[in-house]
């Protein structure tokens, strides 16, 4: 579409903000307008003389703000031609589970997300595609609550073969992501107690809450969560690479929780939200497979395809499965078909695999690219997932790095919001290195090296 540049700053109410320096407020309202749709992927940008002209800047002042936006990757450069908006910027505004942040940030390593600018669109499309078409009718009825049989068929083989998972498919509940996974367990057990690691996620612990479950700390020390946990009716773990520490549950570990739920009929929680990705060697194994009775295996696409899916499955024991099914019926009837079809094809033609390898090996070079950036620095977690641990030095504290990445426009995450209470904790940051997009990681990377050599 074409756009009239003469009027520009009219019809686009392009404007600077008069507080910020005249580059970083040109810059930033593009991105606004990109962001915001305003500008369109394609839009032919005016030439930076004319944009100065009709702005009143300085030529190098808005070519300094196209060179910009260029590495992050909302404009593109075409040789001997003009600057337009790229075709994904307007995907790029990052979904964080982090506390919500004020502004967009230069760049972001919080964790959380993967590389969604690596969505698999063509072979997204052509799954969708081959499963409509061969779905039968009855697909696009009212279905059974545990979700698509084609796609618990598939995820049952899937989870055997890739995650060490006993399943069957009528074990499999399909959810609309880990979290409703998480509720739906804690309505089951509401009135008694989950434990959940501390550090962890703060937005789970306020999930099994807000169902009516208490909550009680399981402290991670450098072998995972230490187990028995006492007065608690099941425990949540990420077994497979702890989140946020990174280590991976010790196997003396993983025989005592599963000894401590068989002694009491207690239950274990596995969230398996990132155990594709491991770096030194084969992916870890479930914990379910040593105790299908006694764990509840959870996996979720968010980071091996799209956080924006809201897929995700459970493998229940077998008392679980009538309590949870009515659960989730009574909550929505059951996920949305058409997603649930795709992902079905995608995994039963192996497109589904080839994309998890495919990201394995990226982030894998992400993990080495920050490894080598940050020599000297104490992390930990590198071995698996999409972030890191960077344990501070003494007398550096989270808050004062965290106000300097900002001001350097990046965004990064702490453990702060990780523990159960305040106090005096060890001080660390969490970085992601799912969420950049190729263009500009290596910027974000340089930005956190001069950052982190000022502590
Ligand atoms: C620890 C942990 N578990 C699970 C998930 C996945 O949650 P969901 O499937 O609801 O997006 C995440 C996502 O960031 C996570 O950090």
């Known amino acids: 579409m074409a756009i009239d540049w003469a009027n520009f700053g009219v019809d686009l109410h392009l404007e600077l903000a008069a507080s910020a320096g005249r580059r970083t407020a040109l810059e930033e309202a593009l991105r606004e307008a990109i962001r915001s749709g305003r500008l369109a992927p394609e839009t032919r940008l005016p030439a930076t003389r004319t944009l100065a002209a009709e702005l009143g800047l300085a030529r190098g002042t808005v070519s300094a703000a196209y060179d910009q936006l260029i590495a992050e990757g909302y404009l593109t450069a075409r040789q001997g031609s003009f600057t337009t ?36 669109v063509a072979a997204w499309i ?17 279905g059974d609550p545990r979700g698509s049989l084609a796609l618990r068929t598939v995820l049952a083989e899937y989870l055997g073969r890739a995650r060490g998972v006993l399943a069957s498919p009528d074990r499999i509940v399909v959810t609309s992501g880990y979290v409703q996974a998480l509720s739906l367990l804690a309505t089951v057990y ?83 939200y990132d155990g594709e990705f491991r770096y030194d060697r084969q992916p870890v194994g479930a914990l379910q497979g040593t105790a299908p ?44 078909i058409v997603g649930q079809l795709a992902l079905a094809d995608l995994i039963s033609e192996h497109a589904y695999d080839r994309h998890i390898r495919a990201g394995r090996l990226r982030y894998r ?25 960077l344990r501070l030095p003494a007398g550096v504290t989270e808050r004062e790095v965290l106000a300097a990445a900002a001001a350097r426009g990046l965004a990064i995450g702490a453990l702060g919001t990780h523990w159960h209470s305040p106090g005096a904790h060890p001080q660390g940051l969490v970085l992601g290195y799912g969420t950049p997009r190729d263009g500009v990681y290596s910027a974000a990377l340089d930005t956190l090296a001069r950052l982190l050599r000022g502590f």
């Open 126 to 142: 052509r799954a969708v595609r081959r499963a409509l078409s061969r779905a039968p009718s009855a697909a696009f009825d009212y």
């Open 293 to 336: 009775d006694h764990v509840v295996y959870i996996g979720t696409a968010a980071k091996t395809l799209s956080p924006a899916l809201r897929l995700a499955w459970m493998v229940l024991p077998a008392y679980l499965v009538e309590p949870v099914v009515r659960l989730k019926r009574l909550t929505d009837l059951h996920t949305e």
């Open 365 to 389: 070079r992400r993990r080495d690219e920050l490894v080598a950036r940050l020599p000297g620095a104490d992390l930990g977690g590198i071995a698996a997932g999409l972030h890191v641990v």
């Open 85 to 120: 908006v790229a075709s994904l910027a307007a995907t790029t505004s990052p979904v964080s589970v982090e506390p919500a942040s004020t502004g967009t940030p230069r760049y972001d390593l919080r964790p959380g997300s993967p590389d969604v600018s690596t969505f698999p």
């Open 190 to 272: 509401k009135g008694r107690t989950f434990g959940l690691e501390d550090p962890g996620l703060d937005f789970h612990r306020e999930v099994v809450r807000a169902a009516g479950t208490a909550v009680v700390p399981v402290s991670v020390d450098s072998l995972g969560a230490r187990l028995p946990i006492p007065g608690a009716d099941a425990v949540v773990l990420t077994p497979a690479h702890q989140y946020p520490m990174g280590v991976t549950l010790h196997p003396e570990r993983r025989r005592t929780a599963v000894e401590w739920a068989r002694s009491g009929d207690r239950l274990i929680i596995e969230d398996d």
